[in-house]
C-alpha cells in the first residue's frame, strides 16, 4: 500500500499560541484514522494543516494532491445563489481542468444519489436544513473520487440514517484504497463506525496512538 | 421611438451602442461575482483613480488610455492586497483611495485648463466615443467574457468558498489577480460612456437586481448580463429624449429595474 499523507514534526501557530506542536501522523490506501480530543484540543488545526488551510511554521508536509475536505462549519455564504448540483460538482475541480467532464457529473449525480439528495439537486442551498447541507458537503467531498478524504465532525447535525449512509460510503471507499482522515469529538457516541486507528490529542500534541 | 430609432443611423449613436452594450454585458458578468465576494466598492474606487488618470493625460496631451489602462490595473493590484492581508479596512482603503484620486484629478484638470474637457469623463459622453473608443471597447469586453466563460467553474468555486478551493489545491491568489484586471480593463472601457462617477453602477446594479430573481450561479450571470443590456438601451434612449448624459439614463433605468424587480420579483 502507497503512502498518502505524510506530517512530520509539525508545528502551527495562531500568532504567538502554539495550536500544534510536532505532530507526526502517516495514512497509507485504505486507511482509517480517527482523530479525538476535547474541545480546543487542536483537532480541526490538524485538518486545516493537512488540507493546506494553515501554514506549517515548523514540520514537513507531504500529500497526494487528489484530497476532498469536510470542514466543521462552512465557510461559505449560507445566503449564496447556488443550486445543490452546482455546489456538489465543485468537488470535481482539480488544478489544470476548467471544464467538467460527463464522467464529472456522474460523479456528482452518483454521490448525491448515495447521500439521499437527488431530490433536492435543483433546489437552492439557502433553502436546506443544516442536515441537508451537511450531505450536500459530504457529496461534493465523495464525487471529487479522492485518494484522501478529510473529515472534520462529519457526524454533526445528521440523523441515525444519515450516519448509517455515510459510513457505508466510507467504507466502499476505503475498500477502494481511499485513506479518511476522521475528527470526531467523542468517538464512543458514534455507532457502526469502520475500524482504524485512533489518535488523541491534547493542547495540540498527540497523546496516544491506538 | 422613431426619432430614436432615427439617431441609430448617425455613426456617434451606433458607435455608442455597440461599445456600450458589450460594456453593459461584461461589467454586469463581473459584477456578480465582485457583489458575493463583498468587492461591491472596488469598481467605485478604482473608476475615479481612473478620472485623475484622465485628467493627467489631458494635461499631459498624452491618448487617455495610455495612462488609465496601466495605472488603474495598478490600483486594483494594491487595493484587493490591502482588503486581502487587512480584511476590516478594504473598504477604507477603497475610500481613501478613490477620494485621493478624484482630488487629484479635479487639482490636475483645474491647474492644466481642461477642467472643461473632465465633465464628459466624469458623467459619461456619447459624443466622446470615437471609432478607436468603441473598437478598444469591444476587444476589451470579448477579452473579459471570453476569460470569464473559459473560468466559469473556477470562478464560481472560489466565489462561493476560497479556502474549499485553497484544499482542492487552486491557486485563489492567482486568480483574484485575474478578477482585478478585468474589473479595471471593464473600468477603463465603460468610461468613455457612462463616465467614471457612474461606471461602477453599470457593474453593480445588475448583479444586485438579478440576485432578487435568480435561483442559482448560471441563471444569476445570465439574467444580469440581460439586466444591464436592457438598462443601457433605455437608458441611452432615455439619456436622447431627455437630453442628459448618457452614463445618468443607463444608472436611472438600472436603478428602476432593481426597484421593479425588488417589488415583484422576491424571492421567497
Known amino acids: 500500500m502507497s503512502e498518502i499523507l505524510r506530517l512530520t514534526e509539525a508545528y502551527v501557530k495562531y500568532g504567538d499560541i502554539p495550536a500544534l506542536s510536532g505532530v507526526s501522523l502517516t495514512a497509507k490506501q485504505g486507511d482509517m484514522i480517527f482523530i479525538t480530543g476535547a474541545n480546543g484540543s487542536g483537532k480541526s488545526t490538524l485538518t486545516k494543516a493537512i488540507a493546506g488551510l494553515l501554514p506549517l511554521s515548523a514540520g514537513t508536509l507531504t500529500r497526494t494532491p487528489r484530497m476532498s475536505y469536510v470542514p466543521q462549519y462552512e465557510e461559505g455564504d449560507r445566503d449564496f445563489p447556488a443550486s445543490v448540483r452546482e455546489i456538489v460538482l465543485t468537488g470535481t475541480q482539480r488544478p489544470g481542468n476548467f471544464f467538467h467532464t460527463k464522467a464529472d457529473r456522474q460523479h456528482a449525480e452518483a454521490a448525491m444519489n448515495a447521500l439521499g439528495i437527488s431530490g433536492l439537486a435543483d433546489s437552492e442551498i439557502r433553502t436546506l436544513s443544516g442536515g441537508q447541507l451537511r450531505r450536500v458537503f459530504l457529496a461534493r467531498a465523495v464525487c471529487g473520487q479522492p485518494e484522501l478524504l478529510l473529515l472534520d465532525e462529519p457526524c454533526a447535525g445528521l440523523d441515525a440514517q444519515t450516519h448509517e449512509t455515510l459510513f457505508t460510503i466510507l467504507r466502499g471507499m476505503l475498500a477502494e484504497g481511499c485513506a479518511v482522515v476522521m475528527v470526531t469529538h467523542d468517538i464512543s457516541d458514534i455507532d457502526g463506525i469502520p475500524e482504524g486507528r485512533v489518535i488523541r490529542i491534547s493542547a495540540g500534541r498527540i497523546l496516544t496512538h491506538e | ?268
Not at chain 2, 127 to 150: Q, T
Open chain 2, 1 to 268: 421611438m422613431n426619432d430614436f430609432l432615427g439617431l441609430i443611423t448617425y455613426p456617434f449613436v451606433y458607435r455608442a451602442l455597440i461599445a456600450g452594450a458589450m460594456i453593459s454585458v461584461c461589467a454586469a458578468v463581473l459584477g456578480v461575482v465582485l457583489v458575493l465576494r463583498h468587492y461591491s466598492l472596488i469598481g467605485h474606487g478604482l473608476s475615479e483613480i481612473g478620472f485623475a488618470s484622465l485628467s493627467l493625460s489631458s494635461a499631459l496631451g498624452i491618448p487617455p488610455m495610455y495612462i488609465a489602462t496601466p495605472s488603474v490595473i495598478a490600483a486594483s493590484f494594491i487595493i484587493i492586497h490591502i482588503s486581502r492581508k487587512h480584511e476590516t479596512s478594504g473598504d477604507t482603503a477603497i475610500a481613501v483611495a478613490s477620494s485621493a484620486a478624484l482630488a487629484l484629478g479635479i487639482a490636475v484638470s483645474s491647474l492644466s485648463g481642461t477642467a472643461s474637457n473632465m465633465s464628459a469623463y466624469l458623467f459619461g459622453s456619447v459624443l466622446a466615443v470615437s471609432d478607436a473608443d468603441m473598437w478598444l471597447a469591444v476587444v476589451l469586453s470579448a477579452a473579459v467574457i471570453g476569460a470569464f466563460i473559459v473560468l466559469y467553474n473556477r470562478l464560481f468555486l472560489i466565489t462561493y468558498s476560497e479556502p474549499y478551493a485553497r484544499s482542492l489545491g487552486i491557486n485563489t491568489a492567482m486568480y483574484q489577480v485575474i478578477i482585478s484586471v478585468l474589473t479595471a480593463l471593464v473600468v477603463v472601457a465603460g468610461m468613455r460612456i457612462t463616465g467614471t462617477l457612474l461606471i461602477s453602477g453599470v457593474i453593480i446594479l445588475p448583479a444586485v437586481s438579478a440576485r432578487i430573481i435568480a435561483r442559482g450561479f448560471r441563471s444569476l450571470v445570465i439574467i444580469a448580463g440581460a439586466v444591464s443590456l436592457v438598462a443601457f438601451i433605455a437608458g441611452l434612449g432615455l439619456s436622447f429624449v431627455v437630453n442628459i448624459p448618457a452614463g445618468a439614463g443607463v444608472i436611472i433605468a438600472n436603478a428602476a429595474i432593481l426597484i421593479i424587480t425588488r417589488i415583484f420579483g422576491g424571492r421567497p
